[in-house]
């Protein structure tokens, strides 16, 4: 499976989704069609870690004052699937390999 996880207001998934060949892929848009467990559970499995997929970047993460909190590996989850900002982005699957997160590294092989 090759799919996209991403949010269209955000100006780094723009920019790397523009500088893709995305023909081949599945794009879900997260804020409009919302991430469900089964597919949360699916990234999970490639991840290994739902705090791998966790966004400390977003707003939310300082307005619920979340950096003070110890959150386990299932608060990530549910947090992830409540708020769809909690989605580090963007996510590609490209069958087995899994990309998380506008990081150097990731974007260049893109």
């Known amino acids: 499976m090759k799919k996209i996880y991403y949010l269209k207001t955000c100006d780094t998934c723009r920019r790397i ?4 060949d995305t023909s081949d892929y599945i794009l879900q848009e997260i804020k ?3 991430i469900t467990v089964k597919q949360l559970e699916e990234l999970h499995n490639l991840t290994k870690s739902y705090e ?3 966004s ?3 707003k ?3 307005q619920m004052d979340l950096k003070n ?10 947090l992830i699937l409540e708020e769809y900002t909690f989605l580090k982005r963007p996510v590609v699957i490209n069958g087995t390999a ?10 260049s092989i893109f």
């Open 56 to 58: 400390r970047r977003a």
């Open 17 to 20: 989704l523009k500088n893709m």
């Open 32 to 34: 409009t069609e919302p």
């Open 52 to 54: 791998v997929l966790f």
């Open 60 to 62: 939310k993460y300082k």
């Open 69 to 78: 909190q110890k959150l386990s590996e299932n608060d990530f989850a549910q």
């Open 98 to 107: 899994i990309f998380v997160g506008n990081t150097q590294k990731n974007v």
